[in-house]
């Protein structure tokens, strides 16, 4: 199984102010032959199902603010909040759908600072 | 409107089957060309892909519960289910079916999801 690794496990940040959370994969998600990276980033609020953000680790889903973008490729993401707002607290998950079983990470919580 | 609702049993003894079924709408099952996922969450901890199935049947699990676990999807019922056999109290979880998207292979819609305890 690809191991997905997240940090930080949680993180405080200002309203406004920027966030950051990496994602590790144990190996590549990067298939060479589409250059597509099979990397997702998910945001999860108490007492609802989760909510995918971001696909081929930088593309957003429809709907999705604009001040949350997703950077990297390989084994090695981000996903960024440029300016925090308040309906921004939860849980955010990376999954890699590169090979099945489809693995997630650990999880990292933001809060407000 | 695509809506996934899952329902069944909230409360099992150990060694019990969990029987769980997603109703699907929006969307017709002997129509489309999806998978559909079975993914859950214990109680604080992270969230466990547990398998999924195309709409012709053909099935993946996660080879971690591979042993003990079936989806099924019933075009008829416009539904998908998941049984999971011989459940101990680490199966206790928050359980969500969720589409997976043609268009990128993650889940775009998802239920609301269903608390199953196993306990004695």
């Known amino acids: 199984d690809i191991v997905m690794t997240q940090s930080p496990d949680s993180l405080a940040v200002s309203l406004g102010e920027r966030a950051t959370i990496n994602c590790k994969s144990s190996?590549?998600?990067?298939?060479?032959?589409?250059?597509?990276?099979?990397l997702a980033w998910y945001q999860h609020k108490p007492g609802q199902p989760p909510k995918l953000l971001i696909y081929?680790?930088?593309t957003r889903q429809f709907g999705v603010p604009d001040r949350f973008s997703g950077s990297g490729s390989g084994s090695d993401f981000t996903l960024t909040i440029s300016s925090l707002q308040a309906e921004d607290v939860a849980v955010y998950y990376c999954?890699?759908?590169?090979?099945?079983?489809?693995?997630f990470g650990q999880g990292t919580k933001l809060e407000i600072k | 409107h695509v809506q996934l609702q899952e329902s069944g049993p909230g409360l099992l003894k150990p060694s019990q089957t969990l029987s769980l079924t997603c109703a699907v709408s929006?969307?017709?099952?002997?129509?489309?060309?999806?998978?559909w996922t079975w993914i859950r969450q214990p109680a604080g901890k992270g969230l466990e892909w547990i398998g999924r199935i195309f709409t012709s049947g053909t099935a993946t699990y996660n080879p971690s519960l591979k042993s003990r676990v079936t989806i099924s999807v019933h075009t008829s019922k416009n539904q998908v289910s998941l049984e999971l056999s011989s459940v101990t109290a680490a199966d206790t979880a928050v359980y969500y079916c969720?589409?997976?998207?043609?268009?990128?292979?993650?889940?775009?819609?998802w239920g609301q999801g269903t608390l199953v305890t196993a306990s004695s």
């Open positions: 929006g969307v017709s099952l002997s129509s489309s060309t999806y998978y």
């Open positions: 190996q590549t998600v990067l298939y060479s032959s589409n250059n597509k990276n099979y």
């Open positions: 081929w680790a930088s």
């Open positions: 969720a589409r997976e998207a043609s268009y990128s292979g993650t889940n775009d819609y």
């Open positions: 999954q890699q759908y590169y090979n099945t079983p489809f693995t």
